[in-house]
């Protein structure tokens, strides 16, 4: 058995045992439902006491990055068709999401995270390399981290590296992973400028720009920086095609806890999905210590910090 199928073997009898031994957490619909009642109850319990002046501003920022960080675990879920397929719930739960999160709507990201599991890590691989892998770290990486919109500047790039994938023969993403339909455009358009006014709108001393600020703009900064920042740092470039063992790495250095907190632990479990993506969010994260071992036996790297002066080179 090659490393990929040994791996893969370790996590289905990992979730396998999870679920026998705890069989609700196998119940995927039902989870679902549960942790999207989860987030939006948080999220509206947070707003209530922050606006009624029951708690901190810092403490509903971090309190809300986290509840979102949830619905962000749920729309990824749900792009691999995991759960929740009533043709009104899906679309329903995906919108409130987008809203939510106020980032790019979750049908275009779909097609380039499907399109990101077959090229991941080439120069083609759109979804991570518009935030940042493969860039040096500096003044770019780190705007394009914190500040989305701002990757606009490496569009030009990745079309040509989309081009030359298909002029050698290769396969070509999905339309929708270059440009959204314009209604989607649209809305993509309202939710990427409304930090921005939002902000002009808070030195302007109007009155709803810094309930926006707290609710909305910051908890997501937090968020999104917090993933991007995993994300693009566990996955590798330069990477041979189709070898999984290359594509990510593991990141559960201490260091990276605080930015654990608001993604899901991302860092860590993400290599589990690459190699297995038919596994909700719950279930990776809570058999991930029972993996470890035979993932890092099997090639894939566990905190290679090397990769923050290297630019995400595997070699």
């Not at 981290?145 to 993403?173: E, N």
Request: aromatic content about 10%.
């Amino acid at each position: 058995m090659d490393a990929t199928r040994q791996v893969r073997a370790a996590i289905r009898a990992a979730d396998d045992d999870l679920v026998q031994r705890y069989p609700f957490l196998g119940r995927d619909d039902g989870m679902a439902v549960g942790f999207f009642l989860l987030a939006l109850g948080g999220s509206a319990a947070i707003c209530v006491g922050w606006w009624t002046g029951q708690l901190p501003t810092w403490l509903a920022i971090v309190g809300l990055a986290f509840t979102i960080s949830i619905l962000h675990e749920m729309e990824h879920d749900l792009i691999h068709d995991l759960y929740l397929a009533h043709p009104v719930v899906r679309p329903l739960v995906l919108l409130s999401i987008w809203l939510a999160k106020g980032s790019l709507d979750p049908w275009t990201r779909g097609s380039m995270h499907l399109w990101h599991h077959i090229v991941s890590g080439q120069d083609e691989d759109i979804e991570e390399r518009l935030i940042g892998l493969g860039l040096p770290w500096g003044p770019l990486r780190a705007l394009i981290t914190l500040v989305p919109p701002v990757s606009i500047v490496l569009r030009p790039r990745l079309k040509k590296a989309v081009r030359a994938r298909a002029a050698a023969g290769g396969r070509s993403p999905d339309p929708r992973a270059h440009s959204a339909p314009w209604p989607l455009f649209l809305g993509n358009a309202v939710l990427f400028l409304l930090p921005a006014v939002a902000l002009v709108g808070f030195f302007m001393e109007m009155p709803w720009a810094w309930p926006c600020l707290v609710l909305w703009v910051l908890p997501n900064v937090l968020r999104h920086g917090s993933i991007a920042t995993l994300s693009s740092s566990s996955h590798y470039v330069a990477i041979q095609r189709g070898v999984v063992a290359e594509q990510n790495q593991i990141l559960d250095h201490p260091m990276f806890w605080p930015l654990a907190i608001f993604s899901w632990n991302f860092g860590a479990t993400h290599v589990m999905h690459h190699f297995l993506v038919k596994q909700p969010f719950w279930r990776r994260t809570l058999t991930f210590s029972a993996v470890r071992g035979v993932m890092v036996e099997n090639g894939v790297r566990a905190n290679d910090l090397g990769t923050f002066r290297r630019a995400n080179r595997y070699a």
